[in-house]
């Protein structure tokens, strides 16, 4: 039973994550440093790239949204991860097309075993960033973890087309493809 819930789960995942019809505001700064990160010859020269894309993702525009998020980060680091979902709920509520509280929901889920939690923030934070490498990683390996190798390998790959030097994603996709395809490792 739990095991087809987690197939049913999988399923509606890759499906929400396919496409989303919440349409995401263009931003030609954001944009640029993705063309950045997809053009970049190594991971040296995409790593300041990738960590200009994450203080973008982590400025919501709103400082309210930001001492919000600030607040999540340091209940979750206090151990009390309740109080770190009230404070991403105040924060979506505030900024509702912002991504990055459900991506840290995702985590809090992911955290507490909660896959089903964790897949359902991703869809969310994939809904509003289609791009966000770091969600689409953290799906690969709630998959491989759910042993759903194949959409776990299709999740890293999916990372990897957006930032082709993504460790988390290259060492996803390394591990799964001979299990997936049968290659020699």
Do not use: K
């Amino acid at each position: 039973m739990r095991r087809t819930f987690f197939a049913l789960c999988i399923a509606l995942a890759l499906a929400a994550c396919g496409g989303g019809d919440t349409a995401v505001r263009a931003d030609p700064q954001l944009d640029a440093l993705f063309t950045e990160l997809e053009s970049a010859p190594d991971a040296q020269t995409a790593q300041p790239i990738e960590d200009a894309i994450w203080a973008h993702w982590a400025n919501s525009g709103s400082p309210t949204v930001d001492v919000l998020l600030e607040r999540a980060a340091a209940a979750q680091e206090a151990g009390d991860p309740e109080l770190a979902a009230r404070y991403l709920d105040q924060a979506s509520d505030l900024a509702p097309e912002y991504a990055e509280p459900w991506n840290r929901r995702a985590n809090l889920a992911y955290r507490a075993d909660d896959y089903a939690g964790a897949i359902a923030a991703i869809q969310e934070t994939l809904r509003r960033e289609p791009r966000h490498f770091g969600a689409l990683a953290g799906l690969g390996m709630i998959y491989e973890e759910l042993g759903q190798n194949r959409a776990a390998l299709e999740a890293f790959r999916a990372a990897l087309a957006i930032h082709p030097h993504y460790e988390t994603a290259i060492q996803g996709v390394r591990r799964l493809e001979p299990l997936v395809e049968g290659r020699d490792a």
